[in-house]
C-alpha cells in the first residue's frame, strides 16, 4: 500500500491523511474467452466474489511490471500486457482508503493455471458467462469498457 501525503477532505483519518492502493488487474484473453479467479468466503475485501489475478502496484514498479508479476504468483501464467482498459476509483470510508484499480487487457501466453491461496476456483469464460455471476465491483465496469472497445 502507498500511502500518500493528500488531505482528506471528507473528514476521516484523525490524521486528516487518507491512504490510497494502487491496484493492477488484469483481463486475460485466450482465444474467445478471458479467466476469471473466485475469492475465498474469507477473504477481506469481495469475499465469494469472482474477479480477475492481479494486485497491489509496490513501489517504483511499473504497472506492466507488476500485473505481469502478479499474474505469475497468483496463476503461474507467462502473459502479454496489450493496453490499459478502464481505471476504477473507490473510497472505502470505513478504512479511511482509496482504491485506485488499473484493469489491462491481456493475452495468455503460456503456462498452465496453478491458482495460489489467495483464490478457490477458476474458469475461462466468455464475456456472456461472466455477467451472469457475481463479479467484484471493478470487474462489472470491466466488462462494460470491454464491450465499447471490441
Known sequence: MCRINQ???????????LSFN???????????????????????FGANLWDTPGGSLEIGEQPEDGLAREILEETGLV????????VYSKIVEEREKQIICLVFLCQFVSGE??????HV??????????????????????????????
Open 7 to 17: 488531505q482528506n477532505t471528507r473528514g476521516g483519518a484523525a490524521d486528516g491523511m
Open 22 to 44: 494502487i491496484s493492477i488487474h488484469s483481463i486475460i484473453r485466450k482465444g474467445n474467452q478471458f479467466l476469471i479467479t473466485k475469492r475465498p468466503a474469507t477473504a477481506k
Open 113 to 118: 493455471v496453478n491458482l495460489s491461496k489467495e
Open 79 to 86: 502473459i502479454k500486457v496489450v493496453r490499459p482498459l478502464t
Open 121 to 150: 476456483e477458476y474458469r475461462w469464460v466468455s464475456q456472456e458467462e461472466a455477467g451472469k455471476l457475481p463479479l467484484v465491483d471493478y470487474l462489472q465496469r470491466a466488462l462494460v469498457d470491454l464491450d465499447k472497445n471490441f
